[in-house]
């Protein structure tokens, strides 16, 4: 079989898998095999041209993760949606979502409010819940609430900040409003 992409095998500029004088396919060098390994097997991946040869998995040493609330007892957390107010665009920002928690000191038994990321684990909220703190409805949403506090230590250094969260249910969000107002009378 002789396949010839444009004209006659003297007007080609080239064929596939025939010589051109001989009607006979073209040799081509097999590949070389990779030498079977000291048991006798086959070649193993990644020997020879594809890299090195790993073997076996790598141990990984226990590393101690220090998140600063190793002191603190969880009372409540739930997934939800933080905004912060933005005075300079007068506009909410989306702050992150994440896991929300009240965390109350094993010593002091002052209550923060503390909220991470999803993912990265950075912080986006994290104040006292100070008893003069004023947590009102926002406007529209019976699953959302909005305080402002005089420092949030999320980011260096500490700023005043205008917060609004909001829960998947209704239930869930008096829930927030119930352990908020309860970690301010804790703090009094």
Same mark, same amino acid.
């Given at each position: 079989?002789?396949r010839?992409?444009?004209? $006659? ?11 051109? $004088? @001989?009607n *006979? ?10 030498? +079977?390994? +000291?048991?006798?097997?086959?070649? $193993?991946?990644?020997?020879?041209e594809?890299g ?5 998995? #790598? *141990?990984? +040493? ?6 600063g609330?190793?002191n ?14 933005? *005075?300079?665009?007068? #506009? ?5 979502t994440? @896991?929300?928690?009240? %965390?109350?000191?094993? @010593?002091?038994?002052? /209550?923060?409010? %503390?909220?991470r990321?999803?993912g990265?684990? *950075? ?5 006292? /819940? ?8 926002? /406007? ?5 609430w909005?305080w402002? /506090?005089?420092?949030d ?10 917060? +609004? ?14 352990k ?9």
């Amino acid at each position: 079989y002789q396949r010839r992409v444009h004209g $006659t095998p003297s007007e080609c500029l080239f064929f596939f898998g025939m010589s051109e $004088t @001989e009607n *006979k396919p073209v040799e081509t060098p097999a590949a070389a095999e990779p030498a +079977a390994d +000291a048991e006798g097997e086959g070649p $193993t991946p990644g020997d020879g041209e594809d890299g090195p040869k790993i073997e076996g998995e #790598a *141990k990984l +040493a226990p590393v101690d993760i220090v998140t600063g609330e190793e002191n603190e007892e969880t009372l409540w957390k739930k997934r939800a949606k933080l905004y912060r107010f933005d *005075k300079e665009s007068n #506009a909410w920002k989306e702050r992150g979502t994440g @896991e929300i928690k009240f %965390l109350q000191h094993k @010593e002091t038994k002052k /209550v923060r409010l %503390l909220m991470r990321r999803d993912g990265t684990h *950075k912080i986006c909220a994290n104040h006292t /819940v100070h008893p003069s703190l004023e947590i009102i409805p926002n /406007v529209g949403s019976d699953k959302s609430w909005v305080w402002s /506090v005089p420092e949030d230590f999320s980011e260096e250094p500490p700023t005043p900040e205008t917060f +609004a969260v909001r829960l998947q249910t209704v239930e869930l969000a008096t829930e927030f409003k119930s352990k908020f107002e309860e970690s301010q009378k804790i703090n009094a």
